[in-house]
Antibody, heavy 119, light 105 residues
């Protein structure tokens, strides 16, 4: 079965950094584009970042709200995807979901990891 | 950004047919997808590319539309379907609707 397991969340202060991780299993990770989607408490879903596959040069894309502050990366040898978050703001407080496009759309989702930015 | 507009809430009774609409601010072809999210859980893909049912999703769920107007239907509604439903387009970057919360009448 497909599994996505996020880790690394927590409480940080504004302007600090945090790196969250997602461990994937149950599908050919190297063939799948990977994404991060977040959800602020009580709010809707917001796409954050995308990383393509090796044949597509691991191209990355970001939402305007995080561009220049967040960096998505992947390690196909470990079936891992990461989100490095720098210069965090209070408005980045959210549940962060790792999601995969295995067949189409965002087929599979992890259970999420909470990131809280507060002084 | 492509804005997706959904009605915020719909009251339903088990056994009824319910339709949720999603209007895009510009054409997204058929790259519209629908997700179900229950409180405290991650979203679950129910419909991809406007009308395709992923494996394992019950046939009570269906979707239609193209361009800017899309609908998602549950027929018949079951008590376990009480959740928030999001539309999502992947034609022009990625955006989600604000969600439609199904509530029991």
């Amino acid at each position: 079965a497909v599994q996505l397991v996020e880790s690394g969340g927590g409480l940080v202060q504004p302007k600090e950094s945090l790196k969250i991780s997602c461990a994937a299993s149950g599908f050919t990770f190297s063939n799948a584009a990977m994404y991060w989607v977040r959800q602020a408490p009580g709010k809707g879903l917001e796409w954050v970042a995308r990383i393509r596959t090796k044949p597509n040069n691991y191209a990355t894309y970001y939402a305007d709200s995080v561009k220049g502050r967040f960096t998505i990366s992947r390690d196909d040898s470990k079936s891992m995807v990461y989100l490095q978050m720098d210069n965090l703001k209070t408005e980045d407080t959210a549940m962060y979901y790792c999601t995969a496009a295995v067949i189409a759309a965002f087929d599979y989702w992890g259970q999420g990891v909470m990131v809280t930015v507060s002084s | 950004d492509t804005v997706l507009t959904q009605s915020p809430a719909l009251p339903v009774s088990p056994g009824e047919r319910v339709t949720i609409s999603c209007r895009a601010s510009e054409s997204v072809s058929t790259l519209m997808h629908w997700y179900q999210q229950k409180p405290g859980q991650q979203p679950k893909l129910l419909i991809c590319e406007a009308s395709n049912l992923p494996s394992g999703v019950p046939a009570r769920f269906s979707g239609s539309g193209s361009g800017t107007d899309f609908t998602f239907t549950i027929d018949p509604v079951e008590a376990d379907d009480i959740a928030t439903y999001y539309c999502h387009q992947s034609w022009n970057s990625y955006t989600f609707g604000a969600g439609t919360k199904l509530e029991l009448k």
